[in-house]
Nanobody, 119 residues
């Protein structure tokens, strides 16, 4: 199996920054893409940003210009630098990975880390 563990969430004020980290662990797996989603209670989980191993980067319109995704492919890690945070960024952030494990194709989720932005 492949496991994801996030870290870096917390409580900040409007305009401040946070950096989320996520590491994938397991045996004999290959990551195709890693990214971040967020969930606000009562709403659907939405994509924030993701990065494919081939180099494609995507961001939701709401975070473009403020958030930056990066990966350390050798360490199976993904980061999300979040700058100029706003109250509407408050959510549980989930790390996501698209991976191959042998002949199996997996979509893996972390347990989430809370980001809270006060006004």
């Amino acid at each position: 199996q492949v496991q994801l563990v996030e870290s870096g969430g917390g409580l900040v004020r409007t305009g401040e920054s946070l950096r989320l980290s996520c590491v994938a662990s397991g045996t004999s797996f290959r990551i195709n893409a890693m990214g971040w989603y967020r969930h606000v209670p009562g709403k659907e989980r939405t994509m924030v940003s993701y990065s494919t191993t081939g180099g494609t980067l995507k961001y939701s319109d709401s975070v473009k210009g403020r958030f930056t995704i990066s990966r350390d492919i050798a360490k199976n890690m993904v980061y999300l630098q979040m700058d100029d945070l706003k109250p509407e960024d408050t959510a549980v952030y989930y790390c996501n990975a698209d991976a191959d494990l042998g002949f199996r194709h997996l979509e893996v989720w972390g347990e989430g880390t809370l980001v809270a932005v006060s006004s």
